[in-house]
């Protein structure tokens, strides 16, 4: 449960969840911000449970493949707390819960155990026994709601009603949470609160207990819910809504029609959270989520929605002369790295090398990527094709077999062994490979990667800085501080015309990922992790789409529509949305 407010300013992926929004006219702009925000955090469905079907929101979801549901109430207009409204939503959950659980009881006969207790609780010696419970409450006094950790829906009611309505100062908490601090309240001021405890059958006992210790000045009420379930629920929201009747006549304020400043009113209508929600898109948000967990002060500072829409200016700007690619990840998944790539995307790929885009691949892998990439492709390709092995350690062109012409031992490889050996046994882990360019460790069956490299920082050539630790989805890598994933787009740029860049794609872009370097700039692209720096590697689907298939749709973006040069088309990106 959350307020437009959180839905709006949370980063995390909604993806594979249903998002269910409540509201009596489904028209005001707050409303909006939460439904959009839910579509671009990825939500699989927004549902919509109003008195209103017509309100703007209301169609703005059912336009967006959501749910609509209009809920009867007794009376179109609501109150200040717009009490028919909520209590035709809680209804319809009731008995939509009931279904869905299976219970014996049927519908007819859940309305009719709420209709009794509505009627009950409107009879004039059930309202007189209230009013006489709160007659000496006034607006300077406490009320203080102890309750069963199951009664939140109605502890919740009374607390925001209460407060919204002015009436007098209210707090809720059960009775452990209180007993634990806040009854130094009572202390102080025990002729000045009043004490509502709502009990059910595991709280009766608590409660006895925490009662024979109160202050004799302590005013206390008891109502009791029994199991505390859905139904004993719905009936606490209705004893609530005559309390505040309750104490609104005690007080002298009618909680249906309160009083509001103008200000308040502005304040309602306020669309600054709408606005606030347009700058978020799905690129925003992830950047924003990978900045929030890394929660480094040393991150650069800036605003977010200004730096990706200058990214995404850059690169629909520039001509594209060259295109480098990681693989495992992002030209192939990382489950299927053995397979072949998806014609699509090999079917793109030669679309942009005979329009004269230089292709080359940037792999943590070995000789395997340089057979894969000629499997896939005609050899007349495969020859211009440049690979970059060994995270930038090794450079050849996809047409030589390296497995022949193997690359030097790079000597710091061979003190990293070295090192190993002298180490306990336990620190190699089975799926350690030591090569002639890095040493691979697989995370597959692996149960403290982290721990692993942890360890492994402290050989002296990682920690002198002369080599370092980089990951992908599927291993981490010890490779020499002078492979780079770079070296393969600075061959590359010498390849091409003047006036053309070259685009980087991979998806490893967090500060430890072993494609961060290849995407810490302007040019980059990222189609999974981002780093926390606003400056440096960014997504332009954010977590609404990865891997291959943002791939796939990338390529396809970039195009020649005037003749002057392949570029890529913003509009063909489909993005979530432009922004302002």
Known sequence: MQSPMELVCETCSLKGTDVWLFSASADNSDLSAAAKAAKYRGCERIIICTRNGAGRVAQWVKNNGGAVITVPVAEV??????????????????LA????AGNPLSSQELISAVREHLVRSRKQDVRARL?????????????????????MTATLLIETSIWETALCAVQTTDFRNFAHGRHTWLHHRASKTLVVAMTGERSRKVWQSAEAQLPSSTRTFQADYGACGRLSNVFAVIDGLGWLEAIGTAVGVDPGKPGIGEFGRVLYEDPVLEDVGDELNSAVRHKSAAAEFLDSTGRSEGDLPIAFETKLSALCEVEIGGLVLDYDGTVVTTKDRRKPPDPRIVQ???????????IAFASGRGKSLGEAVRDTFPDEI?????IGYYNGGYLRYADVDISEDRPIRDPIIDEIAEWFKEQDGNLVPDTMTFGSRQVEVGLKG???????????????????????????AHSFDIIPSTASKLRVVEALEKLIRPGQAVVS???????????FELLDRMLGISIN????????????????????????????????????????????????????
């Not at 819960?97 to 869905?100: G, L, Q």
């Not at 793109?348 to 230089?358: C, D, I, P, W």
């Open 77 to 94: 207009k609501d109150g200040f707390l717009a009490t028919h409204s909520l209590f035709a939503s809680i209804l319809a959950l009731l």
């Open 97 to 100: 819960s009931n279904i869905a």
């Open 131 to 151: 009013a006489e419970k709160y007659s000496a409450l006034t607006r300077d006094m406490t009320l203080l709601v102890l309750a069963d950790p199951r009664l």
């Open 348 to 358: 793109e790929l030669q679309r942009l090398h005979s329009q004269g885009v230089a």
């Open 382 to 386: 495969a020859k211009q094709i440049l």
């Open 446 to 472: 692996s149960h403290r990667p982290h721990g692993i490299a942890a360890a492994v920082s402290a050989c002296p050539a990682i920690a002198e800085g002369r080599a370092r630790i980089v990951w992908s």
């Open 505 to 515: 794609i991979g998806d490893s872009g967090a500060t430890d990922g072993n494609d």
């Open 529 to 580: 992790a981002v780093c926390a720096d606003v400056s440096g590697s960014w997504s332009v689907f954010g977590q609404e789409k990865s891997g291959p298939d943002a791939l796939l749709q990338i390529l396809q973006a970039m195009m020649s529509s005037d003749g002057s040069g392949i570029r890529l088309n913003r509009q063909a990106l489909c993005l979530d949305r432009t922004v302002k």
